[in-house]
């Protein structure tokens, strides 16, 4: 529906509360910022999550102030001076490739209508005024999280040094880290290859390659075992917006 307002951090992570709350304990995949609304939600309550992954996700920079005469209850409007620019851009540019990859001859139509629904979710609501405002997470209270974590990332991600720095956050028998083939969009470039990892991940396989090695992951990534799908019961997918 792309809702006017309602896109910070505290109102997605109660979104996704709200979701999830007949579930019971479950796991949570999020991909990009979704990933940060997950994180933010096993923050506060630890009891309903057995386990988080984390598909390109890093904690975005702190914002820098808004623009003035950007009002928080409207659309952004003039904070179109306070984006980040070269991360929307780097962003843009990998979700065209992604999508180049992906495509066939019969969808220019629906990549047009998902361009026209970015464009009205950037333009026409606050989400960019919004995750301004309240897009950080308890430094604290993360450091603090101890449920079981993957960061899985793509090796060709523009946003790669912000991933490898969020999966150093975590001691090394917490979290898993994983590089494929790909760039940010991971569902859209390996999709088989992240849902084997996540699978087995979800599914409480071994973990053989904890943490990230001194000097950063590998570029080839780790190799997985065979894992049954069916054996795996996923409880919810947090994501922040179409690219998140």
Known sequence: ERPLRGYTLTELAADLGALTDSLGPCALVGHSFGGV????????HPDRVTAVALVDSFIPASPG????GSGGDGPRGADVDSIDIEGIQAWEHDRRRSRERTATSGRPGRRRRRATGEQILLGGTTVLSD??????LDTTALAELRTP???AMGSASPFRSEVEALAHRFPADQCRFEMLDGGHALHL????ELAEVVTQFLAGGPV?????PVGGP????SKVSE???SETKVGASAQGGRHG
């Open 208 to 212: 053989d390659h904890c943490g990230l």
């Open 189 to 192: 470039d390996a999709p088989a």
């Open 131 to 136: 995750l301004r405002r309240d897009s950080q």
């Open 37 to 44: 609304v997950a994180l933010r939600h096993a923050i506060d």
């Open 65 to 68: 102030g808004a623009t003035a």
């Open 227 to 229: 894992t049954k799908v």
């Open 149 to 151: 974590l993957l960061c």
């Open 218 to 221: 590998s570029a080839n990534g």
